[in-house]
């Protein structure tokens, strides 16, 4: 599945021809060759039993037509097979089919086409062992290349694609709202928190048992075995929590959402957009989190806390879920902001106006928030036991934000969510008197000393930067998307289950 809102990240261009029943136009075609050739037909034999043009067959044959399903029909009645044999998603029937498949895609690719380099035809005259090569060499030369682009610059512009794109609607994905609804109604919930058993059901409604392991890969989050329809799970550090809920909702998403390994940064970082996504509103399903804060919004009392709750997840995912939700359902705008005690911007959003910090690329991660903002002022509040209100005047307009704190083995961090002045009357802590003024994002607001410590303490000082964390962080390390391939594969042949027994050990 393909969330149009994002479409916009990758070339449609790049895509195979679609096929009925999902399944590209490539693989369909390379499997009418196959059987074909398999019968003892040629082209032209086969054009005559089904009506087509023996140069039609061939572009279908070649992936670069979409056939009718008509005419799919007709092929499978004529080669006697299943028609389900041709549309098949699964591996093709030979490892020459599979390879011709490989090699065709990767000469369509838009790193060859920039390279420049002749296509090569994978006719029956081309020896198997020269395809195998011609094949691995075109996947080394992709690798090098995934390598070689995934530098900071190439992450920031990607992320700030992304976020410009998600700002466009809104922060709101109709499709993946709908989807996640439908799934979760069908795995038997029915309001209130998302239980560990209800995801159980919706891992068994799709064929897969969730196991818990103490020995994932370091370079993985969660492990899943499609042979054996295993998805492998770190252990719960705190029983009962959102994190696993989370993380198996995320591993059952790249298979709700047919995603393969991704072809690019910004590639890489939609999928784990449309992930996130797709647990969040499993998590917090649109129907329920709707009445819930349109409720709310009536008692003019919507608090982060209360929906934080309701849901049994963090205050960073109920916070980042209303942008999902308040303007597309309540018509309010919002900001989302995620900010390190080191007064840095870890993750942001907003459809409102607020003023963020960008670099020279537009990117804003990295970047210092005001030290007048509610998101670096909640740190010197002796109170955290509950979220803090403050209203800031600035450049672009006076908005409300209600912050909360927490705490990582890496040090704090504040969850802050706001609105502009005329939407603070639908919040709890609308009646706050803290009230503060920010010039930012020119640097005399908060960032430049003042006249007379910098004239004493020129020249006389010489502090130590301390690198922030994500200047480096979204680099993936050794071979894209940052997976230790080897490591997974150890893994997963340690523990593959019996023959003879289920996906979940137990004889058959």
């Not at 410009?164 to 928190?193: C, F, I, K, Q, W």
């Not at 670099?359 to 010197?380: L, N």
């Not at 209100?389 to 704190?405: K, L, M, N, R, V």
Request: with cysteine; proline share 7%; aromatic share 6%.
């Amino acid at each position: 599945m393909r969330v149009a809102a994002l479409e916009a990240l990758t070339d449609p261009a790049d895509a195979p021809a679609a096929a009925p029943g999902g399944v590209d136009a490539l693989t369909v075609g390379r499997r009418i060759r196959h059987h074909r050739r398999a019968r003892g037909l040629t082209l032209a034999e086969l054009g005559a039993v089904v009506g087509a043009a023996q140069s039609a067959l061939s572009q279908v044959e070649n992936g670069k037509r979409e056939p009718r399903l008509s005419l799919i029909a007709a092929v499978a009645a004529a080669l006697d097979v299943e028609l389900t044999d041709l549309l098949d998603p699964a591996p093709p029937p030979s490892r020459r089919t599979a390879l011709e498949i490989e090699l065709d895609r990767a000469q369509r690719s838009p790193l060859v086409r920039e390279l420049g380099l002749p296509a090569v035809r994978a006719g029956r005259s081309l020896p198997l062992d020269a395809l195998e090569s011609l094949a691995a060499l075109h996947r080394e030369l992709a690798r090098r290349h995934d390598a070689a682009n995934a530098t900071p610059e190439e992450a920031r512009r990607a992320n700030t694609q992304l976020r410009t794109l998600m700002r466009a609607v809104d922060n709101h994905l109709p499709e993946l709202e709908a989807l996640a609804e439908d799934v979760v109604r069908s795995a038997g919930y029915r309001g209130g928190a998302l239980t560990h058993r209800t995801v159980t059901r919706i891992a068994d409604d799709l064929g897969f048992t969730l196991l818990h392991v103490e020995d994932l890969p370091h370079s993985t989050r969660t492990v899943t075995d499609l042979a054996n329809g295993r998805i492998y799970l770190p252990p719960a550090s705190i029983p009962g929590g959102h994190g696993l809920r989370s993380l198996a909702l995320q591993a059952i998403a790249h298979r709700v959402l047919g995603h393969e390994r991704p072809q690019s940064y910004a590639d890489f970082l939609r999928q784990r957009l449309e992930i996130n996504y797709f647990a969040a509103a499993c998590l917090m399903p649109r129907s329920a989190s709707v009445e819930f804060l349109s409720a709310a919004k009536a008692g003019k009392d919507i608090a982060v806390e209360d929906f934080r709750d309701a849901f049994g997840v963090t205050h960073e995912a109920a916070g980042h879920r209303l942008t999902n939700l308040l303007t597309a359902e309540l018509g309010i705008p919002v900001h989302f902001l995620r900010v390190g005690e080191d007064g840095a911007l870890y993750r942001g959003y907003e459809n409102d106006g607020v003023p963020f910090v960008q670099d020279a690329t537009g990117a804003i991660e990295g970047q210092p928030v005001c030290r007048r903002w509610t998101a670096r002022t909640v740190f010197d509040v002796t109170d955290r036991t509950t979220e803090n209100y403050q209203y800031t005047d600035t450049p672009a307009g006076t908005f409300w934000c209600s912050s909360q704190t927490g705490s990582t083995r890496e040090g704090g961090f504040s969850i802050t969510v706001g609105v502009p002045y005329a939407h603070a009357k639908w919040f709890r802590g609308r009646d706050t008197r803290v009230r503060a003024r920010s010039s930012c994002p020119d640097a005399a607001c908060c960032r430049r000393p003042p006249a007379d410590l910098a004239a004493h303490w020129a020249g006389r000082s010489w502090p130590s930067a301390r690198l922030h964390a994500q200047t480096l962080a979204p680099l993936p390390s050794g071979t894209f998307p940052g997976v230790d391939d080897h490591e997974v594969y150890a893994f997963l042949a340690a523990h593959a289950p019996a023959p003879g027994t289920s996906p979940d050990g137990r004889p058959d």
